[in-house]
Protein backbone atom coordinates (compact mmCIF):
# COMPACT_ATOMS: atom_id res chain seq x y z
CA UNK A 1 0.00 0.00 0.00
CA UNK A 2 1.69 3.31 -1.22
CA UNK A 3 1.77 6.08 1.70
CA UNK A 4 1.56 9.52 0.30
CA UNK A 5 2.89 12.53 2.55
CA UNK A 6 2.14 16.36 1.96
CA UNK A 7 4.38 19.30 3.28
CA UNK A 8 5.16 23.10 2.65
CA UNK A 9 2.36 24.35 3.99
CA UNK A 10 2.03 27.31 5.86
CA UNK A 11 0.38 31.26 6.89
CA UNK A 12 1.26 33.50 3.94
CA UNK A 13 -0.17 36.88 3.04
CA UNK A 14 -2.25 37.42 -0.21
CA UNK A 15 -0.11 37.53 -2.79
CA UNK A 16 3.02 35.63 -1.98
CA UNK A 17 3.84 32.13 -2.49
CA UNK A 18 4.59 28.42 -1.43
CA UNK A 19 5.50 25.29 -2.51
CA UNK A 20 4.02 22.25 -2.05
CA UNK A 21 6.08 18.50 -1.89
CA UNK A 22 4.88 15.13 -2.05
CA UNK A 23 6.46 11.83 -1.93
CA UNK A 24 5.41 8.55 -1.46
CA UNK A 25 6.31 5.41 0.77
CA UNK A 26 6.32 2.04 0.61
CA UNK A 27 5.88 2.14 -3.04
CA UNK A 28 6.10 4.63 -6.14
CA UNK A 29 4.56 6.77 -8.35
CA UNK A 30 5.43 5.09 -11.85
CA UNK A 31 3.70 5.93 -14.82
CA UNK A 32 0.16 7.06 -13.02
CA UNK A 33 -0.97 10.31 -13.36
CA UNK A 34 -0.35 12.59 -10.43
CA UNK A 35 -2.77 15.71 -8.46
CA UNK A 36 -3.14 17.75 -5.73
CA UNK A 37 -6.44 18.59 -4.12
CA UNK A 38 -7.44 20.76 -1.87
CA UNK A 39 -10.80 21.30 0.63
CA UNK A 40 -11.86 24.16 2.41
CA UNK A 41 -13.89 24.37 5.45
CA UNK A 42 -17.50 23.54 4.14
CA UNK A 43 -16.56 22.89 0.92
CA UNK A 44 -16.32 19.48 -1.21
CA UNK A 45 -12.61 18.66 -1.88
CA UNK A 46 -11.70 19.80 -5.56
CA UNK A 47 -9.12 18.96 -8.05
CA UNK A 48 -6.66 21.55 -8.34
CA UNK A 49 -4.08 20.34 -11.08
CA UNK A 50 -2.91 17.33 -12.12
CA UNK A 51 -0.09 15.54 -14.40
CA UNK A 52 0.74 13.41 -16.66
CA UNK A 53 3.67 10.35 -16.67
CA UNK A 54 5.34 12.66 -19.55
CA UNK A 55 4.52 16.21 -18.23
CA UNK A 56 1.03 16.95 -19.36
CA UNK A 57 -0.92 19.39 -17.17
CA UNK A 58 -4.26 20.39 -16.53
CA UNK A 59 -5.33 23.19 -14.12
CA UNK A 60 -8.45 24.55 -12.58
CA UNK A 61 -9.82 27.76 -13.92
CA UNK A 62 -9.36 29.16 -10.38
CA UNK A 63 -5.36 28.75 -10.12
CA UNK A 64 -4.22 28.75 -13.92
CA UNK A 65 -1.59 30.77 -14.19
CA UNK A 66 -0.99 31.22 -10.99
CA UNK A 67 -0.08 27.60 -9.87
CA UNK A 68 2.18 25.61 -11.24
CA UNK A 69 2.30 21.21 -10.78
CA UNK A 70 6.16 19.34 -11.79
CA UNK A 71 6.90 15.67 -10.77
CA UNK A 72 10.20 13.88 -10.55
CA UNK A 73 10.07 10.52 -11.51
CA UNK A 74 13.45 9.90 -10.52
CA UNK A 75 13.08 11.26 -7.12
CA UNK A 76 9.55 10.01 -6.82
CA UNK A 77 8.27 12.98 -6.31
CA UNK A 78 5.59 15.69 -7.27
CA UNK A 79 5.40 19.82 -6.75
CA UNK A 80 2.79 22.36 -6.77
CA UNK A 81 3.97 25.86 -6.62
CA UNK A 82 1.75 28.44 -5.62
CA UNK A 83 2.24 32.22 -6.75
CA UNK A 84 -0.01 35.19 -6.25
CA UNK A 85 -1.61 33.79 -3.39
CA UNK A 86 -5.33 35.06 -2.50
CA UNK A 87 -7.22 34.18 0.48
CA UNK A 88 -9.96 32.00 -1.28
CA UNK A 89 -6.74 30.05 -1.76
CA UNK A 90 -7.01 28.52 2.44
CA UNK A 91 -7.78 25.17 2.37
CA UNK A 92 -5.89 21.69 3.13
CA UNK A 93 -4.20 20.43 0.10
CA UNK A 94 -3.89 16.63 -0.67
CA UNK A 95 -1.73 14.55 -3.17
CA UNK A 96 -3.34 11.30 -4.98
CA UNK A 97 -3.56 9.40 -7.50
CA UNK A 98 -5.49 10.60 -10.50
CA UNK A 99 -8.37 9.53 -10.45
CA UNK A 100 -8.20 8.93 -6.59
CA UNK A 101 -7.66 5.81 -4.93
CA UNK A 102 -9.93 6.38 -1.51
CA UNK A 103 -7.30 4.19 0.25
CA UNK A 104 -4.13 7.03 -0.72
CA UNK A 105 -5.40 10.09 1.17
CA UNK A 106 -3.13 11.47 3.43
CA UNK A 107 -2.82 14.21 6.54
CA UNK A 108 -2.55 16.53 3.86
CA UNK A 109 -1.02 20.08 4.77
CA UNK A 110 -2.75 23.39 5.75
CA UNK A 111 -2.23 26.70 3.61
CA UNK A 112 -3.76 30.08 4.90
CA UNK A 113 -3.49 33.01 3.14
CA UNK A 114 -4.31 36.23 5.09
CA UNK A 115 -6.08 39.11 3.86
Known amino acids: QVQLVESGGGLVEAGGSLRLSCTAS????????MGWYRQAPGKQRELVAR???????IYADSVKGRFTISRDNAKNMVYLQMNSLKPEDTAVYYC?????????WGQGTQVTVSS
Open 96 to 104: NFFPTRPNN
Open 51 to 57: IGSYGFT
Open 26 to 33: GSSFGTNV
